[in-house]
């Protein structure tokens, strides 16, 4: 082999070398799923029942974080149950069930319990929503729970990440979320600690029997939302205002007279089913403005603004 | 500063401001991109107020809003009292499972949260 022919082959082989990374690079992004996809398997839930145990964690800025311990059980076609876990005994909190028609609200320790009828979202509306409130992609997720997943962030216009999703690769299931505030911190991290998947919990749990001398309380007044996050309930009321709360983070909604509505804030309009809502940010978070019949509602608080959207959506223009 | 250098006191006000403005007039404008700057970083710097403050500003800038207001406000009280005083229906088919819309008592729901090390064991 001549000298000329030896350079040769070295400059090919540092060539393929070079390329290599590159390569695999275009290899492992052909092979992401499509972000929308995801979303939407997660927004529908996995074709089989599954059981588990849930962390939800709450960053508060220059506090101690803050955690709680549910017991998740669910079944397809929108059954569900979630049972929060006080103390080292691990008795039951407040116990949250949805079976797709009516919504239920149980604290056997406070003889309490609320119910109604759900406003359910499907799966495409829930796309739809989020889709448009913020951009999605997707990523590797690693391992949570013991299982494989794809991370999904929903980045607002301008680039921040607002919430990060992380679905199991194999059922859809979503094992774990993070949301986050404008300047980047962690506001509350939710994740499956022990996951069975399948399973078939009995179907007795999905049924809400309140104790014997419990007594009914609010849970949705008249003219404001009729949906709140699972675990949130109705903490404060009066004429132009209330309040829901899990006990760590905080919605609230006011309500004006539409003659006097808002002018001059920073924002950006977005519509849903012929809806305008604007959104308005600070460093505090967001906030929600949207015109129903004659009232101006305003929602801000501890969600990020997809969730304080489908809240804002479930107020009826019926007076 | 020496003594010869110093301004005499009994220099005529007139020619003061007229040495004033000439020295004004004859010192470089300011570049323009600096002055931009400048102004950015002051904007940046002024406390800004928050989207509700902004918001309640312009509900209170109409003197006939606080009548708006008042009037929404004293009819919501009234439908209010009318609900609480009427016999509460276990559920409402219009506006959902209504037992009672005041008084809300509130139960100690921050007793559900514990301490947490905030961290995260998973690798996601």
Same mark, same amino acid.
């Given at each position: ?10 400059? *090919? ?18 092979? *992401? ?26 960053? &508060? ?65 829930? *796309? ?59 506001? &509350?991290?939710? &994740? ?50 209330? &309040? ?76 | ?124």
């Amino acid at each position: 082999m001549t000298v000329e022919m030896k350079m040769k082959a070295e400059l *090919l082989l540092s060539l393929m070398i070079l390329a290599m990374p590159a390569a695999a690079r275009s290899r492992a992004r052909r092979s *992401l799923p499509a972000p929308e996809a995801l979303v939407l398997k997660a927004l529908a839930g996995p074709a089989t029942g599954y059981t588990g145990l849930m962390r939800v964690q709450m960053f &508060r800025p220059g506090g101690k974080p803050k955690g709680v311990t549910v017991a998740v059980a669910a079944l397809p076609g929108g059954r569900v149950r979630r049972e929060t876990k006080m103390g080292r005994r691990k008795t039951a909190g407040l116990i949250c069930v949805r079976d797709g028609r009516t919504a239920s609200l149980s604290w056997p320790a406070q003889k309490r319990s609320w119910s109604g009828p759900d406003r359910i979202e499907s799966p495409e509306a829930g *796309l739809a929503r989020l889709s448009a409130l913020y951009e999605l992609a997707v990523s590797t997720g690693g391992l949570v729970a013991k299982h494989t997943t794809w991370r999904v962030n929903l980045s607002v216009p301008g680039g921040r990440v607002r919430r990060s999703l992380w679905v199991d690769r194999a059922s859809g299931l979503l094992l774990k979320s993070e949301n986050y505030r404008p300047d980047g911190t962690l506001a &509350r991290r939710e &994740r499956f600690m022990k996951l069975a998947l399948p399973s078939d919990p009995d179907a007795s749990v999905f049924r809400m029997e309140p104790a014997a001398g419990t007594h009914p309380a609010a849970s949705f007044v008249p003219g404001f939302p009729r949906w709140a996050p699972d675990g949130f309930m109705l903490v404060e009321a009066s004429s132009s205002r209330v &309040r829901y709360s899990d006990g760590a983070a905080n919605v609230t909604v006011e309500v004006f007279p539409a003659q006097a509505g808002p002018r001059g804030t920073n924002s950006r309009t977005v519509k849903f089913a012929g809806r305008e809502l604007k959104i308005a940010e600070d460093k505090e978070g967001y906030a929600i403005v949207t015109l129903v019949g004659s009232r101006f509602y305003v929602f801000f608080g501890d969600l990020p603004e997809d969730e304080l959207v489908r809240m804002a959506l479930s107020v009826e223009d019926g007076r | 500063m020496s003594d010869e250098e110093r301004m005499p006191d009994d220099l005529d006000p007139r020619l003061l401001r007229a040495m004033k403005a000439a020295l004004i007039a004859s010192a470089p404008p300011m570049p323009s991109d600096l002055k931009a700057e400048l102004k950015r970083m002051a904007r940046a710097r002024a406390p800004r107020p928050s989207w509700l403050e902004l918001l309640r500003q312009s509900l209170s800038a109409r003197p006939w809003a606080y009548g708006a207001g008042a009037a929404f406000a004293a009819a919501g009280l009234m439908i209010m009292l009318r609900l609480s005083s009427a016999p509460s229906p276990a559920t409402d088919p219009v506006t959902g499972p209504v037992a009672r819309v005041v008084p809300v008592s509130a139960p100690p729901l921050a007793d559900l949260w514990t301490d947490d090390d905030g961290g995260d064991e998973d690798e996601g």
